[in-house]
């Protein structure tokens, strides 16, 4: 390890264009990594992505030091899809995790993430990691897809959304004034249930301490992967004490000012051990914000529409990547995706990445580690099982477009397709179809070939 640092060193000093060059497991380099994932945290909610009144002071340090990803997305515009995707690597079409009809478990839901996925808790538990989930799971609340029966050594969290288990006769003002003793939502430590309904005014808190303590646990001879799953910012919004009527941005403003500390709290127990330059930690969130909420969701910035949607605002996510004397500093317009996170991580880990089925998710590591162009030049956009949109390089095709959750029942069929630059038009206002033909065609092209990659599978969602 040490010669790989002295080597490491050179490198740097002779091209600092460049960047470190890429870890390997065979040179004694096997990265700490903490992915720390929010639940329906918009594009423009942080400092650091443009937000003029909440403060985010640590992620916007670990922006400077790290890398902020402006062109990150995730596999599905709701939680349990997006969370499946992200595990996984690949679409949720592929495993049975969506549904046009249910999008999302629920507490009745009997179906969850197959035994036969392979999780990144999985992947690198098979390479000597410890693993750990804490937090929102909503891959399945039955033992059997349960964190423990996916890789994960342990987990301490909630199984579904913080809004389920809704306690009947209760205010019809839940979300306006929440109370955590209207939602009987269950805390669990491994396969047991410890606290319920969980007190989620202490939650993050709870989340954030789990995560500060399992680091400071942390054996020498053996790396460690942290999946610090925050069930926030989704409504009902709960924050602690320190933080009620700290934030310019109300209610809403709170919560994300207390997550912004834990991660200061995540960071700082890093460096605190001197774990810092051997951890890799992601920040990003499962969806944009649930713009039907008004003043209780949150914001999507420059771009269109919000959570539910495959509009820019309901899957570009807010993205950094930290890994100080590692990753160079600086802001990458390139494109990625949390498809890309178990691939990528068994890259830098030496895993063994599975090679019996499809993946989706492509490594990172090059553009991370040495600011070369990303592999990912285009994007599937999936509303439930059907395919809505594509991407590929700048251009974007809508087939289908609905505004989920503010009254749009039907879908609006787009023949010709919807076009949009997104270089020059992130909030997707200018539809360019009519100039550019053969990009249409082109786009319409990829959906088809993408389509028939697909095979049918036991659908997991609508299962009761």
Known sequence: ?????????????????IGPAPMSAD????????????????????????????RTPHL????????????????????????AALQTGRYPIRNGMCSMKRRVLFPDSTGGLPPSEVTLGRMLKNR?????????????????????????????????????????????????????????VPLMQGNKIIE??????????????????LIRQHKE??????????????????????FENVSRRGLYGDVIEEIDWSVGQVLGTLRET?????????????????????????????????????????????????WPGTIPSGVVMEMGSTLDLLPTLGSLANAKVPDDRVLDGLDLSPTLLENKPSPRSQM???????????????????????????????AEVHDPPLLFHLGHDPGEQHDVAKIYPEVVKRLEGLKADHEATVEPIENQMTLR
């Not at 060193?9 to 002779?14: E, R, V, Y």
């Open 1 to 17: 390890m040490r010669s790989f640092q002295c080597v490491l060193m050179l490198l740097l000093a002779s091209n600092a264009l």
């Open 27 to 54: 040179e004694g380099a096997s990265p700490n990594v903490v992915v720390i994932f929010c639940d329906d945290l918009g594009y423009g909610d942080l400092g650091c992505f443009g937000h003029p009144t909440i």
């Open 60 to 83: 916007d340090q670990m922006a400077a030091e790290g890398q902020k990803w402006t062109e990150f997305y995730v596999a599905a515009s709701v939680c349990s899809p997006s969370r």
């Open 128 to 184: 000597g990691y410890a693993t750990h989930a804490i937090g929102k799971w909503h891959l399945g609340h039955l033992p059997k897809f349960l964190p423990t029966q996916h890789g994960y050594d342990s987990y301490f969290g909630i199984p579904y959304s913080n809004d389920m288990d809704f306690v009947k006769g209760s205010s019809k003002r839940r979300f306006e004034d929440p109370e955590s003793k209207n939602f009987n």
């Open 196 to 213: 319920r309904p969980a007190d989620q005014t202490t939650i993050t808190k709870r989340f954030t301490g789990r995560a500060c303590a």
């Open 221 to 242: 001879d053996q790396p460690f992967f942290i999946y610090l799953a925050h069930n926030l910012p989704h409504v009902p919004l709960f924050r602690s004490s320190e």
């Open 274 to 322: 001197g774990l810092d330059k051997s951890t890799l930690v992601v920040f990003t969130s499962d969806n944009g914000p649930w713009k039907s909420f008004k003043q209780q969701g949150g914001s999507a910035g420059l771009l269109r529409d919000g959570k539910g949607s495959t509009w820019e605002g309901g899957m570009r996510e807010p993205t950094v990547f930290w």
């Open 380 to 410: 599937i956009y999936y509303h439930g099982d059907e395919v809505f949109a594509v991407r590929q390089g700048m251009y974007k095709a809508h087939f289908k477009t609905k505004t989920s959750y503010q009254g749009q029942r039907e």
